[in-house]
């Protein structure tokens, strides 16, 4: 399954057809091309994972924009849904009812793809589209495969194994964590954005003690703390930053 859906991935990102496009889109890292790919990850029992993007109308006219999204592969009990225009669409709306109007030049700042695992884990793979709603041909897209991994393999009441926030919370210019580790283990300790990118990691830790992530150049949001040993995501702790 798995090799799959990598390479039904790979197939959807070369197939994008080539058009004039009056718009550019970018994401956390900067622009993306048409059709581009982009992978997010976060733990299944989060509420959502979002997709934050930054749309331009580059063309010389003012543009209806519409939004519309494809569910290419979803894990079983996984939903998506659009944010567009000021309104957010249930799950089983595909297309937004209503229009974006963008100048020349304008650039449209927001978290309009959302995804829910639902507790699922797993690959789900999703095409976000933005189009002009007098063409639809005048389009730009990105394909986002949402890897959502377990919150915990083992009791998180297992006295050997645990991971808190010792604060402060909303975390602002740092944010110290404690970490227990069963005796003979080592471990690594990970900072997720709300997009689930890795942020920052601790070297190697092990028995028990604290670790201090330095916060100040991060977004506010909400971020997620790892435990991971023996190559397992162990503990995950949602931590606000506020900056």
Not at 15 to 39: H, K, M, R, W
Not at 118 to 126: A, D, E, H, L, Q
């Amino acid at each position: 399954m798995k090799k799959f859906i990598l390479a039904f991935f790979l197939t959807i990102l070369t197939g994008t057809a080539c058009y004039p496009q009056s718009f550019d889109l970018a994401g956390e890292d900067g622009l993306l091309i048409n059709g581009a790919g982009v992978v997010q990850s976060g733990p299944s029992d989060t509420l959502q994972l979002i997709t934050w993007l930054h749309l331009t109308n580059k063309a010389a006219d003012t543009i209806r924009v519409m939004m519309k999204k494809e569910e290419i592969v979803m894990l079983p009990g996984a939903s998506s849904s659009i944010c567009w225009a000021g309104y957010c669409y249930g799950p089983e709306m595909t297309v937004s009812t209503f229009p974006l109007d963008m100048p020349p030049g304008d650039t449209v700042s927001g978290c309009f793809g959302h995804f829910g695992p639902n507790g699922c884990r797993g690959v789900s793979i999703i095409r976000w589209t933005f189009f002009n709603e007098s063409d639809p041909n005048d389009s730009l897209s990105i394909t986002v495969q949402y890897s959502t991994f377990p919150s915990a393999t083992k009791n998180i009441s297992d006295p050997d194994n645990y991971l808190s926030v010792a604060g402060p919370v909303p975390a602002h210019d740092q944010i110290v964590i404690r970490y227990s580790l069963p005796a003979g283990k080592s471990g690594r300790i990970e900072l997720r954005n709300p997009s689930g990118k890795v942020v920052s990691v601790s070297g190697s830790v092990i028995l028990a003690g604290t670790f201090t992530f330095s916060t100040p150049g991060l977004p506010s949001g909400i971020y997620y703390c790892s435990l991971k040993f023996d190559g397992n995501q162990v503990i995950t702790r949602k931590i606000p930053v506020w900056n």
